[in-house]
């Protein structure tokens, strides 16, 4: 548990599993619904944060259709409204959507090793990582507490936000969570970040979805 000079600013849901999470495909910004194992992931994680007392006062989700279903049992759960926000849509991988995660890996490889390329029909990872810190780096600072329901790439980017720094291969190097995972924010009384699993199990982290 975090310690006790530390204040929670944030939560943030990783959505639940699809199909092509099953299948082993990149989703992108392809838009399947949650599968009935995401769902019930979903509603699994907002019951973890209603029994640990964690009552988020804002909601603001990826406007993708798996983020949004996951931010609607969230919203259930605490009587909240929905924000949309664009920038908490995954990183758009174009024409890597949809494919096959193992048969692609290569491909995918070279767009993290290059982050500056843009992935035809998609967005560099550069791109990636300059929207979600932009976004990050104001709504950290709002007095609110704010669940934000979005994707492991951003999550992946989100955590190297926290610990201040760019370096290394974020797939590799990092943790995420699960489908259905949450992840806190925290900030000490020096104003430093921190993240902590509060639900989903933390695994090598990857991107894609």
């Known amino acids: 548990m975090p310690e006790d000079n530390k204040k929670m600013v944030a939560v943030v849901v990783r959505h639940g599993s699809t199909i092509l999470n099953e299948n082993n495909s990149f989703r992108g910004r392809t838009d399947p619904p949650l599968d009935d194992k995401g769902i019930k992931q979903a509603y699994d994680a907002a019951e973890a944060l209603r029994d640990a007392e964690i009552k988020p006062e804002r909601i603001v989700s990826s406007p993708l259709l798996r983020a949004f279903q996951t931010a609607e049992i969230f919203a259930d759960e605490f009587g909240l409204d929905i924000e949309q926000e664009r920038n908490l849509g995954s990183w758009n991988l174009g024409f890597l959507s949809g494919k096959d995660r193992d048969e692609y890996e290569e491909v995918l490889n070279y767009f993290v090793d290059n982050p500056k390329s843009t992935v035809p029909e998609g ?6 990582e300059q929207r979600t810190f932009e976004y990050f780096d104001k709504e950290l600072k709002k007095s609110k507490l704010t669940l934000f329901v979005s994707h492991n790439s951003n999550i992946v980017t989100l955590e190297t ?6 370096a290394g291969r974020p797939e590799s190097s990092e943790t995420s969570v699960l489908p259905g995972g949450v992840m806190g924010i925290y900030v000490d009384s020096e104003g430093k970040y921190s993240t902590e699993v509060l639900f989903g199990k933390e695994r090598e982290a990857e991107y894609g979805s």
């Open 123 to 128: 967005e560099s990872l550069d791109s990636l």
């Open 161 to 166: 936000l926290v610990k201040g720094d760019k």
